[in-house]
């Protein structure tokens, strides 16, 4: 099992950046591949970000591609998203998750484990 805390959320201006980034304690962190998700309220969990084991491949929704970036340091245990000229629409809860698996998913049903969230709040 593995447990995961979110850091780096707050409020920003549209176009600005933030970077958040995810400690995970526990099992094995490199055997976990790992995503990140956002849920804005009254929608569900949508798929953000997602990089497998090996970090040697990423991939991301649509609407991000070009402007954020996961990366991940299995020697420190973390995942790290960058998010660079944010949108007001940006604005949500953002989990990490863990998937006990070498490969990444978009899929939120495929990640077992989940942090607590930070909230990113992108204003116009």
């Known amino acids: 099992q593995v447990q995961l805390v979110e850091s780096g959320g707050g409020l920003v201006q549209a176009g600005g950046s933030l970077r958040l980034s995810c400690a995970a304690s526990?099992?094995?962190?490199?055997?976990?591949?790992m995503g990140w998700f956002r849920q804005a309220p009254g929608k569900e969990r949508e798929f953000v970000a997602s990089?497998?084991?090996?970090?040697?491949?990423?991939y991301y929704a649509d609407s991000v591609k070009g402007r954020f970036t996961i990366s991940r340091d299995n020697a420190k245990g973390t995942v790290d998203l960058q998010m660079n000229s944010l949108k007001p629409e940006g604005t949500a809860v953002y989990y990490c998750?863990?998937?006990?698996?070498?490969?990444?998913?978009?899929?939120?049903?495929?990640?077992?484990?989940w942090g607590q969230g930070t909230q990113v709040t992108v204003s116009s």
């Open positions: 998750a863990a998937r006990d698996s070498g490969w990444a998913s978009f899929e939120v049903k495929r990640y077992a484990y």
């Open positions: 526990g099992r094995t962190f490199s055997s976990y591949a």
């Open positions: 990089i497998p084991t090996s970090g040697r491949s990423t």
